[in-house]
């Protein structure tokens, strides 16, 4: 088995335990079958300690 196909297979078909054992596949196909929860944005976001903006550090 190459590294790749290793990957593949890790990041696919192998159970986590962090997903309550299930395929990171399975656990895609329940959150594409469900609807989104009420006001909640459907879109990917940033954690905000990753985004904000600091102004420019000051020398004395």
């Known amino acids: ?3 790749e196909a290793w990957g593949r297979h890790y990041n696919t078909r192998r159970p986590h ?4 054992w299930k395929t990171p596949a ?4 329940e ?3 469900s609807p989104p929860a009420r006001g909640h944005i459907a879109a990917p ?3 905000a ?6 102004p420019p550090a000051r020398v004395p």
Request: glycine fraction near 0%; charge should be positive; aromatic fraction near 4%.
């Open 26 to 29: 399975e656990v895609r196909a």
């Open 17 to 20: 335990q962090a997903l309550d």
């Open 1 to 3: 088995m190459t590294l």
């Open 49 to 54: 300690a990753l985004t904000r903006r600091f």
């Open 31 to 33: 959150k594409l079958a």
């Open 45 to 47: 976001h940033r954690h």
